[in-house]
């Protein structure tokens, strides 16, 4: 602290600062001037709360990269490769065609036509776009804009229970549809865009277009656009109009719920909205906007062109032969276009014949089986309520689409009346006459009883049973014939007007495959009654003893051993022991003819004979030819085989006789022709004949037959010519009755009756007909293949026969032709050189003897005693027939 000052002491000046300031006048100290502190504090306060917003954006910018970082490694994680896409092709149908080129199947798990983008319809293109990705040709993958306009749209309609609406774009749906599975969820949301965005980078926006729009599902079973196109206007791609290409791009956001046959308004309310979206885009005028809405949605609903009928088995032994070669997936998935042999003409008039033979056997030994089932209807309130109640009762599997079911309304003695609803749902009536019931014997002990004297011995009123129409044709059956020079019976006149047949569906079964001998190729092939009722195929699944109609193997092994057709052995008794027993088998008529030509124990089927045969040429030999000729893949080597004690199946026998039409070249059936991939190019192709000079228009064909040579020619054609006489002659008169043609075959028939076969061809068809219960049990005493078989196989022949020209089986030069007597009338045969026609020399021990093919009969001229043959063979009887 400072004194107080002095006089004359000179004034300090005015400090500055707290301690410094003047004072102010009257003794009171002023406070200092603070204009701008206020604003200066505000200014800085801002800067500080600017500075920390900033910081903390920055830092949240960091840790959201950091994060979205963490969240792309996370989703990105096994995500699958986009690169495949490049050269992907969806799962397409593969299409089965007859050899005329008509649809016979189509395989697949998902029913899609796989078309090019290039192929696909600017306004198909553009209508999906409008309606799906407005954007889809300028963003990269994801659509932002898409994305805030969906979020808007959500945020305002939150809580009143709509669907939010989506914002994925088509590059997006690709991702989820072909890379993506599980449910709608944030984590595979995030997948999508990932991946969408990849693909774009990937690949070409028409690429990605392409891969949509084949691959989409759009409802009713179709996949991709083309398959849609069909299924809802039943026309290709490039048929559609403006407003179908419109109902088409609605689907997408929910086919099931937009189906037109359905949900008509919908599918127009929907179809109208992206008709809309077109015109907002351009692509259409407002004017033609209109146009398209003034009408609703037209479906037309595809119809697959009708089943070729019995066509079944053979289209299932395709698809297994394509899944054998191809796998599965290549088979349902892979777009192949499979061309096959079938006939459609050939394969209708097959299962005709056969399914007329069936039934002709029925009525024959079958008896009646009783009605469907019985309508309980009070008869006071019945001409009311039957059509309810038939309506009810299910068609029985198996029934034919030309039958009906009927309800008995009323009933005499000699009638009663049937009625039915037709297609159309209208009623109508018939009259079943006693005269047409003779065949419908009532079973007693599972055989059938005597004739019905009276209606109610076989229908009574309300039951329901299956009838013929009067309005449709029954086509004759073929009926049964005598086995050895019988007559055919005479037709049966035609039904009276308003007679209706009574039918019912056989419980015996059958099998029918014909085919081309010189290329291998099925031309038809039945296996059963119906596929409906079991798909089972008999012709190619059921192994059955094929009887007699193995024997020409037998005989065919004589003919390569030397053995000429006059040759004689001996038919007499023979007994054989066997581990089970002394064997005695028979011929079937009982009766033994002596020293018998070769040519006419063939035509007669004699088995005395053809055992001795088979004990001269042995066992092995004949077990080789059956193998090369597929006829069986082993066999034991018992003289029973010889007799047919062994089994295969009617397209094995086919093949078989097949190779002897062919001049002892090996013929293996072939169904399928070629397959090619969904590019075109050929992947199969069934070997045997080659034609080396064809691309050449200027050179004649020529035909290289590469097939192996699996029996001397001039044998099996001396064969074919005592195959002849068989049908000329012998066992299969039936079957070339009245068809004036060189005709081959063999009838078969096995122990018990079990299996009737005939087996026969022309130079260039051959057919084997075989009929027979699944559960092997007799066809009845006298039902031999030549009496049930061989009228089928004629029915079926006399159609495919029809047209074609009259052609002889084709002599090799190592033979001559020679007429000879056989004993039992001129027949001419081929000789090889040096066999002289109609003499017979001794060539070996019979069966069990010494020298010689036929033993001596005694001088009062029976049959000499037949040796006992010691040796392991089978105690069973083989072919009868």
Known sequence: MTGPLTAGEPLAPPSRGKTGAPEPKGGKSKQPRQPKRRGNILVRAVRGLFGAILGLVLLGGIVGAVAGYAAYRHFSADL???????????????????????????LATERRIFVPV??????????????????????????????????????????????????????????????????????????????ATRIEQSLTKDRILELYLNEIYLGQGAYGVAAAAQTYFNKPLDKLTVAEAAFLAALPKAPNNLNPFKFPDAARSRRDYVLDRLADDHVITPAQAAEAKAGPVIPSEFRRPPPIPGADWFTEEVRRRLIARFGQDSTTQGGLMVRTSLDPALQIAAERSLRNGLMAYDRKMGGWRGPVGHLSVPQADFEEKWPTALNQQARPPGMPAEWSLAVVASETDSEAKVEWLNKEGDRESAMLAISDLKWARALRDGKPGREPGRVADVVLPGDIVMIMPPAVQLPKPAGPVQPVKGKAPPPAPPPPANRARLMQIPAVQGALVSMDPQTGRVLAMVGGWSYEQSQFDRATQANRQPGSSFKPIVYLTALEKGISPSQKFLDAPVVIDTPEGRWRPGNYEGTFGGPTPLRVALEESLNLVTLRVAQQVGMQAITDNAIAFHMVDSMPRVLPAALGAV??????????????????????????????????????????????????????????DGRAQIADPDSVFQLITMMQGVVQRGTGVAAGRGLNRPIAGKTGTSQDFADAWFSGFTPDLVTVVWVGFDTPATLGNNETGGSVAAPIWHDFMAKALAGRPVLTFPMPAGVTMAQWDSGSGMVTDAFKDGQIPGASAPVGAPIGGAAGVASAPAPDGTPAPAPIVHGGVDNSMGGLY
Do not use: W
Not at 95 to 105: E, I, P, Y
Not at 648 to 659: H, K, N, Q
Not at 675 to 702: E, I, K, M, N, W
């Open 80 to 106: 699958p490769d986009v690169d495949g896409l490049r050269n992907y092709r969806p799962p397409v149908m593969s299409r089965v065609f007859t050899g005329d080129s008509r649809l016979l199947a189509e």
């Open 118 to 195: 290039s192929a696909i319809p600017a306004i198909v293109k553009q209508a999906f776009i409008s309606a799906e990705d407005q954007n889809f040709y300028s963003h990269g993958g994801i659509d932002p804009f898409a994305i805030a306009r969906a979020a808007v749209f959500d945020l305002m309609h939150a809580g009143q229970g709509r669907r939010p609406i989506g914002a994925s774009t088509i590059t997006q749906q690709v991702a989820k549809n072909m890379l993506l599975d599980g449910e709608l969820s944030f984590s595979r949301k995030a997948k999508e865009a990932i991946l």
């Open 647 to 704: 089994e295969t199946t009617v397209l094995r026998e086919a093949g078989a006789y097949a190779s002897f039409a062919a001049g002892g070249r090996e013929v293996v059936p072939t169904l399928i022709d070629s397959v090619q991939d969904p590019d075109g190019h050929v992947v199969f192709r069934t070997s045997g004949l080659a034609c080396g000079d064809c691309a050449d228009p200027s050179q004649p064909p020529d035909l290289a």
